[in-house]
Nanobody, 122 residues
Framework: EVQLQASGGGLVQAGGSLRLSCAAS????????VGWFRQAPGKEREGVSC????????AYVDSVKGRFTISPDSAKNTVYLQMNSLKPEDTAIYYC???????????????WGQGTQVTVSS
């Protein structure tokens, strides 16, 4: 059974850091893309970052480039999202999901974790 468990969210002041974890089971990271997405109140869900070991691809949305870093731990079958220099506009529920490749769009990610809340205070 494919499962993704997102964790690591919390409340942080602007300029602070958080590290999100996405623990995957039922598949291995080398075979699928894992993406991080977020959804703020009243806004559509957007892609934040994605990693695909099989395609050798890492991608970030422009608004987080230089601040967020995605990385895999194949031994733990876990994908991390290190978030630095956080801004109030980063406040959202963050989800991780499994897809075939990073550029597939939301519809290309069929398995989703439960989400973890990130709140950045100003």
């Amino acid at each position: 059974e494919v499962q993704l468990q997102a964790s690591g969210g919390g409340l942080v002041q602007a300029g602070g850091s958080l590290r999100l974890s996405c623990a995957a089971s039922g598949f291995t990271l080398r075979d699928y893309a894992v993406g991080w997405f977020r959804q703020a109140p009243g806004k559509e869900r957007e892609g934040v970052s994605c990693i695909s070991l099989s395609h050798g691809r890492i991608a970030y949305v422009d608004s987080v480039k230089g601040r967020f870093t995605i990385s895999p731990d194949s031994a733990k079958n876990t994908v991390y999202l290190q978030m630095n220099s956080l801004k109030p506009e980063d406040t959202a529920i963050y989800y991780c999901a499994r897809g075939g490749w990073c550029d597939a769009g939301l519809r290309g990610f069929g398995y989703w974790g439960q989400g973890t809340q990130v709140t950045v205070s100003s």
